[in-house]
């Protein structure tokens, strides 16, 4: 992505659903530093970032918006242990669909699980809370 993560959020303030929340977004650069991330990381572009920096300063980006539901992708996957735990204690705030390949985390993290597993061409969805299983082809 071209620019600086200071850009970037200045681009997406200019959406005009983000617009309608006129002053009710936290300061990302506020939100990052509980996780490590200095203030001069964020006018750095980020081809400039590691990939520990992007994850962090990304999830700043999006909790500060004040999202109703966050869709996390392997969202600690580029972190250490203890900077994991830090933004896993964030996060505990928000409603989250989270998709971990780590058991620990999703011990750590989950009040509710859905395993996905691959069996040929067909996955199989397994709830581990209700013992649910639906195939889905793919």
């Not at 959020?9 to 990302?28: A, G, L």
């Not at 999703?106 to 969805?125: C, F, I, P, S």
């Amino acid at each position: 992505m071209p620019g600086t993560p200071l850009d970037f959020v200045e681009r997406i303030r200019k959406y005009v659903t983000q617009q309608k929340m006129k002053n009710n977004h936290s300061d990302p650069v506020d939100i990052s530093s509980r996780w490590g991330i200095t203030e001069d990381l964020w006018h750095k572009d980020y081809n400039q970032l590691s990939g520990g920096e992007m994850q962090r300063i990304s999830l700043a980006i999006a909790l500060s918006c004040k999202p109703n539901v966050l869709l996390l992708d392997e969202p600690t996957s580029a972190l250490d242990h203890q900077t994991c735990l830090l933004v896993e204690e964030s996060l505990r705030e928000y409603a989250c669909i989270w998709v971990t390949h780590d058991p620990e985390q999703e011990k750590r993290v989950a009040t509710k699980t859905l395993k996905l597993e691959r069996l040929g061409d067909n996955a199989v969805v397994a709830d581990s809370v209700n013992d649910v299983a639906v195939a889905v082809d793919m």
